[in-house]
């Protein structure tokens, strides 16, 4: 068997440094890359999580099966000692971006915890997690809410098609966040369709994105799942929405579903983007001054 990736930090030492941070007074942003598509943002005290996936549920799941989600990556941190986290989001409904073996445990450790999701999945969520359906917060595309000082504004995104409920709400988001005076966008898993740029920058305003978070793993029929950005697609799209920094997700997770971050990289040196490829485990800290 072949050893998993070990994550830069993880366990003890991923929950010091995050505990640094929040005992910081400097005004950073802080993202700590978690896996697969989450994160947790971290600013001024305040935690937002990110499509966190942080269990073997999907491992377990297909491991029988003619699809197995062989994992390439050890787990950075168990859910239940985030206990700092105040949101939480799930930009869809496949279990790496909504699992119930990571958001049980997260509830149970911050019980006043918000989960933000896409109102056209509430029916779905309630019944995954076997929760009250009227506790998350459900967005449409182009709506937005506050919560724990972050302010959340939601972006229709096609995975790989632009799905709607009979009520044409979106069943796949992106995420732009807003705090203090960073703001980003997290596309959750998302395949670049004609106006989707457009999309981005009328709702981010006047406001130049500090950060893109954007998955590279591509889409081959042959892995029958929904695909996303290819790494060239993910570079050239933040390029266009003008982000001061692009960061690449949603690889080396598993081995039937990844891709290197070589074509990203060479294409954001092509373009001259701005980028930074993290570790598992890996802290990003962002200056205001920078």
């Not at 003890?12 to 994160?39: K, M, V």
């Not at 105040?86 to 915890?113: I, R």
């Amino acid at each position: 068997m072949t050893a998993l990736i070990e994550p830069l930090q993880r366990d003890d030492e991923l929950l010091a440094d995050i505990a640094a941070g929040n005992a910081s007074t400097d005004g950073h942003l802080r993202l700590w890359w978690l896996g697969q598509a989450g994160f947790l943002v971290q600013y001024d005290g305040r935690h937002l999580l990110l499509d966190p996936y942080l269990s073997d549920s999907l491992t377990t799941k297909y491991a029988a099966t003619d699809k197995p989600h062989v994992r390439l990556t050890a787990r950075a941190v168990d859910p239940k000692s985030l206990d700092m986290v105040d949101v939480v989001t799930s930009s869809h409904n496949h279990t790496d971006h909504l699992d119930h073996e990571t958001l049980w445990p997260l509830l149970a450790a911050n019980p006043a915890l918000t989960l933000v999701i896409p109102e056209a999945n509430r029916s779905f969520v309630a019944e995954r997690l076997r929760t009250d359906p009227a506790w998350p917060r459900g967005l449409t595309h182009g709506q937005t809410l506050e919560v724990a000082g972050f302010r959340v504004t939601a972006v229709a995104v096609a995975h790989e098609q632009l799905d709607t409920d009979e009520l044409d709400r979106h069943h796949h988001l992106g995420y732009l966040v807003d705090v203090g005076p960073y703001l980003l966008f997290h596309s959750g898993d998302a395949v670049p369709y004609a106006g989707m740029a457009d999309e981005v920058l009328r709702h981010a305003g006047s406001r130049r994105l500090d950060v893109a978070l954007l998955p590279i793993n591509g889409r081959l029929p042959e892995r029958r799942v929904p695909g996303n950005f290819w790494g060239d697609e993910a570079a050239t799209f933040a390029h266009t929405i003008g982000a001061r920094l692009v960061v690449p997700m949603h690889y080396e997770m598993f081995a039937f579903n990844t891709e290197t971050p070589e074509l990203f990289i060479a294409t954001a040196e092509q373009l001259g983007q701005p980028y930074r490829v993290l570790r598992c485990g890996e802290l990003l800290d962002i200056d205001p001054n920078s």
